[in-house]
């Protein structure tokens, strides 16, 4: 079991090596070259940019029992295929009750935008996003160890 990362545009890396310093996890992080990411923990696997070229790294490396960061729901989707758990920056859970509506609601407001449409942009990030984050990464770890 490890974690991998979707790190090309990942906050709280820090609190994810932490849980996973904690519990004696391998961390793999993902970027592509236009992103320039060190850790003294994590491994930093840098792929070749691209569309998509991370998150399909991601998605094909994951394996049962992993738990993959990624704020991306069609990488989620994928690697609850494979029975991995998927968790995003700020600390959502995404599990077989939630990805269909979080697709659906993904391509609304897909095809709000391409008709003209504004869509909310993402809230800035907050202690509380933190806090969720490093608390439910340790209840994967728990789910996912047994």
Do not use: W
């Not at 490890?2 to 970027?31: F, Q, S, T």
């Not at 609304?108 to 993402?122: F, H, V, Y």
Request: aromatic share 6%.
């Amino acid at each position: 079991m490890k974690i991998i990362v979707d790190a090309d545009a990942c906050p709280g890396r820090e609190l994810i090596e932490k849980a996973a310093k904690e519990n004696k996890i391998d961390v793999i992080m993902y970027c592509d070259i236009n992103h320039a990411i060190t850790s003294e923990y994590s491994i930093v696997k840098i792929v070749d940019s691209g569309f998509q070229s991370v998150d399909m790294k991601v998605a094909n490396e994951a394996k049962q029992g992993d738990i993959v960061v990624t704020q991306d729901f069609g990488v989620a989707a994928m690697v609850l295929g494979k029975s991995a758990y998927a968790i995003s920056p700020k600390g959502y859970i995404y599990d077989n009750d939630n990805i269909d509506r979080l697709l659906f609601e993904r391509h609304l407001s897909s095809k709000a935008r391409r008709n003209g449409e504004k869509t909310s942009n993402p809230k800035k990030r907050t202690e509380e996003d933190n806090e969720r984050l490093y608390r439910n990464i340790l209840r994967l770890i728990k789910n996912a160890i047994g």
